[in-house]
């Protein structure tokens, strides 16, 4: 529920012309206003509807506030939903105690002070919708985080099949050719068996440097952020095929404090994977350009592009990819954005600039 949405008021009492007062006052908080001329009738509007706050008389025939109140409160829908009572009569501490007994948050008393009637239910009001805020990023959070472990346990098996598949039959490979040279008697050896092995073992070399530069490259430390994504970024056209430039203005490109560095480093390397993963695009562009108070990020594709719940970053339509992004970007102060580009998706990201002092560029040297 987002803070432009409206929540629901109900306001409960015999006499219509109450009701309508109520409305009248009320008109202007801009709500879903429901109206039920009895307590039956309001337990059936609470049965079918979520709300916010229940306004009601307590002096009503059949089921009078009291009674309702209490029934509200047995429901587990209901257990924090707002109840104020309105009453014509002057209660007594005793009437108090037992109104707040019964669930009631509050009470006002007759004649109704428009002015304080609106700030009352619109601070209940207000505390409803953040509330479902609340629970909302709560559940977010939830699916997040199942989805941080799944992909790390995803992430582990794909690290574990790499070893095994393709460093670990390459040494093997080796193993197997060192030892059928070191069997043959010294005058007989074949030179060719210890070169295979040799180049087997170059081969195994190069895929852990690839392995151990994807996961941290030292490009970023030693060169700073633009050797690093140009690194990257050629890498990507090599293994996917798709066709990705960078630009970076100024060309000049200064080195920036070594977090954000990293940071915007991740940004480009979550963003372009999922180009590869899911757009089908055949052509990709990283755009960075440093301003005076900013770091000013775009990573767009020529692809499919993406729903549009996704593109708003809505709460459950975003995978753990993007909510990484969006998180690392925070982190710094920064926002992130999409949007479907036509053809393609783009991917903005803002950060405050922080640019890297000369101590901290012997530090990471």
Excluded at 6 to 35: C, F, Q, R
Excluded at 83 to 98: E, G, N, P
């Amino acid at each position: 529920m987002s803070a432009q949405e409206k929540v629901n008021i109900l306001m409960v009492d015999d006499e219509p012309a109450k009701l309508l007062t109520y409305e009248v006052m009320l008109a202007e908080l801009g709500e879903n206003l429901i109206k039920a001329n009895s307590g039956r009738d309001a337990l059936q509007h609470l049965l079918n509807t979520e709300v916010a706050v229940v306004l009601m008389d307590v002096s009503m025939p059949e089921i009078d506030g009291f009674e309702l109140a209490g029934l509200i409160r047995q429901h587990p829908r209901f257990q924090r939903t707002a109840i104020v009572f309105i009453s014509a009569v002057h209660l007594t501490d005793v009437d108090r105690l037992k109104a707040y007994q019964r669930g009631a948050v509050d009470y006002i008393s007759v004649p109704v002070v428009p002015e304080l009637l609106r700030a009352k239910v619109s601070v209940f009001a207000e505390l409803h919708r953040q509330s479902r805020q609340l629970e909302s990023l709560n559940r977010e959070l939830r699916r997040l985080s199942s989805c941080l472990m799944t992909a790390q346990d995803e992430e582990r098996r794909r690290f574990a099949r790499d070893l095994h598949d393709g460093i670990g039959q390459e040494l093997a490979a080796a193993k197997i050719m060192l030892d059928r040279f070191q069997q043959q008697p010294a005058a007989r050896r074949d030179d060719n068996l210890a070169g295979e092995a040799a180049e087997i073992i170059d081969r195994a070399i190069q895929q852990v440097r690839s392995m151990s530069h994807l996961m941290h490259p030292p490009l970023l430390d030693e060169g700073g952020l633009f050797s690093a994504l140009r690194w990257f970024v050629e890498g990507v056209t090599e293994r996917t095929g798709i066709q990705t430039s960078l630009d970076l203005q100024p060309p000049e490109f200064p080195r920036l404090a070594p977090r954000l560095e990293r940071t915007v480093f991740r940004i480009v390397q979550e963003a372009l994977t999922n180009v590869f993963r899911h757009s089908e695009a055949k052509k990709a562009w990283v755009t960075l350009i440093q301003k005076e108070n900013s770091l000013q990020l775009t990573v767009r594709d020529n692809g499919k592009g993406v729903e549009e719940r996704i593109a708003q970053l809505l709460p459950g339509s975003i995978g753990i990819g993007i909510g990484a992004m969006r998180e690392r970007a925070r982190e710094l102060g920064g926002e992130l954005r999409m949007r479907n580009a036509s053809p393609g998706t783009m991917v903005e990201v803002v950060i405050p600039a922080m640019i890297c002092s000369p101590e901290e560029m012997v530090a990471t040297a």
